[in-house]
């Protein structure tokens, strides 16, 4: 049966694409095939082998072109700004429920592991009222929150897990992912959340500045073995 695990954020550039990209690598060195989809994308001028959906594209061991691209970002826009505010720049829109039928076609498609990344945090605006944590809600997926250790991501982290748990939706775990510069010490960032989180499964990723960094995250497998199957 297809699984799959929702890979949202405290916010953009915190780490999301990195964890997503490293459970894909993962389940793969376990023989486990795997589905990437990140359906939204904005800031999506880099090209197609310089962006998040290739990274995501490789790190699923899948060639990255045209064909490939689509299939995991439909919707990609190059202002790096909210996503309904970059489709409405280029003269479009983002349809909610376009987006959600994407994504169970994929899972359908009967990989081992399905992942899909959001774009930036838990309410980023998907369209209209709608936001990411809708979308998580619609396809019934265990949440993966990644966060950071930078100042104010203690607050950050944990307000983006309230809002999921406030819908009922499952949190798998916490990843603090080390960002870049902080005043804080990743490790008193981690205890701070474990604290204030104590029954979520907490994993912390040093800083990793190597390419490909997926291949370098601690070990996620209690994050592939523990999700539940897709409906």
Same mark, same amino acid.
């Given at each position: 049966m297809s699984r799959g695990l929702f890979v949202t954020a405290s916010g953009t550039e915190i780490g999301k694409t990195l964890i997503a990209c490293a459970l894909a690598y993962q389940a793969r060195t376990r023989n486990q095939s795997v589905r990437v989809v990140k359906p939204v994308a904005t800031g999506f001028d880099a090209g197609l082998t310089d962006s998040d959906t290739a990274h995501l594209l490789a790190a699923a061991g899948q060639p990255i072109n045209d %064909?490939?691209?689509?299939?995991? #970002?439909?919707?990609?826009?190059?202002?790096? !700004?909210?996503?309904?505010?970059?489709?409405?720049?280029?003269?479009?829109?983002?349809?909610f429920d376009s987006v959600t039928a994407h994504c169970r076609a994929a899972i359908a498609e009967g990989?081992?592991?399905?992942?899909?990344?959001?774009?930036?945090?838990?309410?980023?605006?998907?369209g209209g009222t709608r936001t990411v944590r809708d979308l998580i809600a619609a396809l019934r997926l265990p949440a993966v929150v990644v966060g950071g250790s930078y100042l104010g991501a203690i607050s950050?982290?944990?307000? %983006?897990?309230?809002?999921?748990? #406030?819908?009922?939706?499952?949190?798998?775990? !916490?990843?603090?992912?080390e960002s870049g510069q902080s005043p804080v010490p990743l490790e008193e960032t981690v205890a701070a959340i474990a604290r204030l989180a104590p029954k979520t499964h907490l994993i912390t990723v040093p800083r990793i500045d190597d390419a490909p960094a997926w291949e370098r995250v601690p070990d996620l497998s209690r994050l592939l073995t523990e999700i539940v199957p897709a409906p």
């Amino acid at each position: 049966m297809s699984r799959g695990l929702f890979v949202t954020a405290s916010g953009t550039e915190i780490g999301k694409t990195l964890i997503a990209c490293a459970l894909a690598y993962q389940a793969r060195t376990r023989n486990q095939s795997v589905r990437v989809v990140k359906p939204v994308a904005t800031g999506f001028d880099a090209g197609l082998t310089d962006s998040d959906t290739a990274h995501l594209l490789a790190a699923a061991g899948q060639p990255i072109n045209d %064909a490939t691209v689509t299939a995991c #970002t439909p919707w990609r826009f190059d202002p790096a !700004i909210a996503p309904d505010m970059a489709a409405a720049r280029a003269g479009a829109a983002i349809d909610f429920d376009s987006v959600t039928a994407h994504c169970r076609a994929a899972i359908a498609e009967g990989a081992d592991i399905t992942i899909i990344e959001g774009v930036g945090g838990t309410l980023v605006p998907l369209g209209g009222t709608r936001t990411v944590r809708d979308l998580i809600a619609a396809l019934r997926l265990p949440a993966v929150v990644v966060g950071g250790s930078y100042l104010g991501a203690i607050s950050h982290t944990l307000t %983006a897990v309230e809002s999921l748990t #406030t819908r009922n939706i499952a949190i798998a775990g !916490i990843v603090i992912s080390e960002s870049g510069q902080s005043p804080v010490p990743l490790e008193e960032t981690v205890a701070a959340i474990a604290r204030l989180a104590p029954k979520t499964h907490l994993i912390t990723v040093p800083r990793i500045d190597d390419a490909p960094a997926w291949e370098r995250v601690p070990d996620l497998s209690r994050l592939l073995t523990e999700i539940v199957p897709a409906p």
